[in-house]
């Protein structure tokens, strides 16, 4: 089975902090992606990574950036932490074209 | 522009009855479709997808989806709900040009209740 898991659970930081989310997977797939959730807006696609030291931004990468400089392994970065950041994180591989992508556990992040 | 629409925020449902969770999609080439299924603080599960061939696709947890074209919609289906179906769906469509390939879009979300 494919397993991608994301390094917290659960996270509180306050306003200001630099906060690293880590995110692993351990299928070779090409593509990793950060969607944050928040209630009645589904799913919003932050930065995705086609390959090593690859990125393209998604939807909302503002106060955002990423890393990924090994296959496996997708990094997200918030530079300067803040209210409103407050959400649930979800990081995502897949391989290229038609697959499904498998999604971490998730984590819930809470600046104050 | 490729897009999918959940045109319900809840579905309710007593157990031992269909299910039906509503899907539209909009995308300019061939339409590949996705259903996730998401329990309380968890990531998102893979059901099912429609690539191309039946209509009607089986998946997980005996879900199934039927693929309509000419009304451009994907809707979810069971033919008899469990309250442990309770969840929240989405569903998504990959994107249809260029370097949206690689990526899915997400409709905002049905909170499915089974009620016993």
């Known amino acids: 089975d494919v397993k991608v898991t994301q390094s917290s659970r659960y996270l509180v930081k306050r306003t200001g902090e630099k906060v690293f989310l880590e995110c692993v997977q351990d299928m070779d797939h090409e593509n990793m992606f950060w969607y944050r959730q928040d209630p009645g807006l589904g799913l919003r696609l932050i930065y995705f990574?086609?390959?090593?030291?690859?990125?393209e931004k998604g939807d909302i990468p503002e106060g955002y950036s990423v890393s990924r400089e090994k296959k496996e392994r997708f990094s997200l970065i918030l530079e300067s932490a803040s209210t409103n950041q407050t959400s649930m994180y979800l990081c995502?591989?897949?391989?290229?074209?038609?697959?499904?992508?498998?999604f971490g556990q998730g984590t819930r992040l809470t600046v104050v | 522009a490729q897009s999918v629409a959940q045109p319900e925020d809840q579905v309710n449902v007593a157990e031992g009855n269909p299910l039906t969770v509503k899907c539209t999609y909009s995308?300019?080439?061939?339409?590949?479709l996705f259903w996730y299924v998401q329990y309380p603080n968890r990531g998102l599960q893979f059901l099912l997808k429609y690539i191309t061939g039946d209509n009607l696709v089986k998946g997980s947890y005996g879900f199934e989806a039927e693929f309509n074209k000419s009304q451009t919609s994907f809707h979810l289906k069971k033919p008899s709900a469990l309250v442990s179906d309770s969840a929240l769906y989405f569903c998504a469509v990959r994107g249809d040009r260029g370097s949206t390939l690689g990526r899915l879009y997400f409709g905002r979300g049905t909170q499915l209740t089974v009620w016993p």
């Open positions: 995308v300019s080439g061939n339409p590949y």
């Open positions: 995502a591989s897949k391989t290229g074209g038609l697959s499904e992508a498998f």
């Open positions: 990574s086609y390959d090593v030291k690859m990125k």
